[in-house]
């Protein structure tokens, strides 16, 4: 299941009375939210279920769904804890020389143009709001760094072999 689905969000209350479900997203955008598109649903011992998003709101820090399949507040609760997922298949191509996905930049090495010494391994990303900052792990040293996702930094994705080489700007790695 992890190969073909990327977790999205996760359902953490209804909202009214006609089947509208509030979600706390794990994305920064709705887009991955497509009316009329697909999500899958997946509750802890269920198995993955399809839906249809019918609608959806930004509210505050959570998004409001309205899925085809839901009509009533009844069935809306059911739903309550279930992970959202959709298929990384409808996510729209990129350039894969610049841009990418969090899920793709996970677990990818960092190394040093210059040296091709290895930093470590991307442990997570977050999004500062001008630009990602990748959270590299370095298990030896027991270390993180901060790595900023900007041109004067990234030189290369290099994606067969799992690498992120990068020019450290003065002060980066300190």
């Known amino acids: 299941m992890r190969k073909e689905f990327l977790l999205i969000g996760k359902i953490v209350n209804t909202h009214g009375i006609k089947g509208e479900i509030r979600v706390i997203p794990y994305t920064d955008s709705t887009e991955s939210f497509r009316v009329g598109g697909e999500v899958f649903l997946k509750q802890k011992t269920d198995p993955i279920q399809l839906y249809h998003l019918r609608g959806i709101k930004s509210?505050?820090?959570?998004?409001?769904?309205?899925?085809?399949?839901?009509?009533?507040?009844?069935?809306?609760?059911?739903?309550?804890?279930?992970?959202?997922?959709?298929?990384?298949?409808?996510?729209?191509?990129?350039?894969?020389?610049?841009?990418?996905?969090?899920?793709?930049v996970s677990r990818l090495k960092v190394c040093l143009k210059n040296t091709e010494e290895c930093l470590g391994k991307i442990k997570y990303v977050f999004n500062t709001g001008s630009n990602d900052i990748f959270v590299v792990y370095n298990k030896r040293e027991k270390k993180e760094y901060l790595i900023p996702s900007i041109e004067d930094v990234i030189e290369k994705f290099d994606w067969t072999h799992g690498v992120l080489w990068i020019k450290p700007m003065p002060g980066l790695l300190e």
Do not use: C, D, M, R
């Open 59 to 104: 509210h505050k820090n959570f998004y409001i769904l309205s899925l085809a399949e839901v009509k009533h507040i009844n069935e809306a609760e059911t739903l309550i804890g279930a992970n959202i997922y959709i298929k990384k298949s409808s996510l729209p191509p990129l350039n894969k020389e610049t841009e990418y996905y969090w899920y793709q």
